[in-house]
């Protein structure tokens, strides 16, 4: 753990309950980029900064997790839905910050998933955003209706980190409420509670179709190979 935010017990998850659709190639954790499976790179990325790493995964690949994760992470069967598969592995923790970054999300920086901890504990959340470059149109069936200018348009990335407080606030409000196939962002300001957010990277890529994952084989193996080098795996 990071010397600076020991005061604070810290819980990671990690929801990679998808089954990988759009990507026709299985369940996205298991992906393989420099050698090593997606679920096995953010377990690493993130256990530097926690004291526990929870994953939760389709109850079929359970057993193939736990090899994958080397004992680093409890491995559950996730939920139905991304928001179910938070809930589900926020129940077991009892930890005062919560961080979530997704399985699908393997090159966050150190520096960044440091800077998000830090945030949710001085402000209760904090997400990563990248500014939009360009304005967003609204459409309605065939029509382009209306725009709104780029300047005070945020795209989401992950990692995100909460205070234990108000993500339980959160799941309760949608447990009240049915509310399902919410992002934590949307249930967060439902309760009335703000986001602090900080810049994201480019290169913090979402693996989702075909061509994110060919362009991240082609980019990013060879940092991974290179590193497993010097390490000596």
């Not at 109850?59 to 736990?66: L, N, T």
């Amino acid at each position: 753990m990071v010397e600076n935010i020991k005061e604070f017990s810290i819980a990671g998850l990690i929801p990679a309950g998808g089954v990988g659709e759009r990507l026709g190639l299985g369940p996205k954790a298991f992906l393989k980029i420099g050698g090593k499976s997606l679920l096995k790179i953010v377990v690493s990325n993130i256990s530097k900064f926690v004291d526990r790493v929870l994953v939760g995964v389709p109850s079929d690949f359970v057993e193939k997790a736990k090899k994958e994760a080397e004992e680093k992470a409890e491995i559950y069967p996730g939920g139905k839905s991304r928001q179910e598969t938070i809930k589900i592995l926020f129940q077991k923790t009892k930890e005062d910050i919560i961080l979530v970054h997704d399985v699908v999300r393997p090159f966050a920086s150190e520096e960044l998933i440091k800077k998000v901890i830090d945030g949710a504990k001085k402000f209760g959340v904090c997400g990563v955003f990248i500014p939009s470059h360009l304005p967003v149109f609204l459409f309605q069936d065939n029509f382009v209706i209306s725009s709104l200018p780029s300047k005070g348009i945020l795209h989401p990335q992950s990692p995100q980190a909460f205070r234990r407080e108000i993500l339980e606030r959160a799941f309760r409000f949608a447990d009240e409420n049915f509310l399902v196939e919410q992002t934590l962002y949307e249930l967060i300001l439902k309760i009335g509670e703000k986001i602090y957010w900080i810049r994201g990277e480019e290169t913090n890529i979402k693996i989702t179709t075909p061509f994110d994952f060919e362009i991240a084989k082609k980019v990013f193996s060879p940092i991974f190979k290179n590193k497993r080098r010097r390490n000596g795996n």
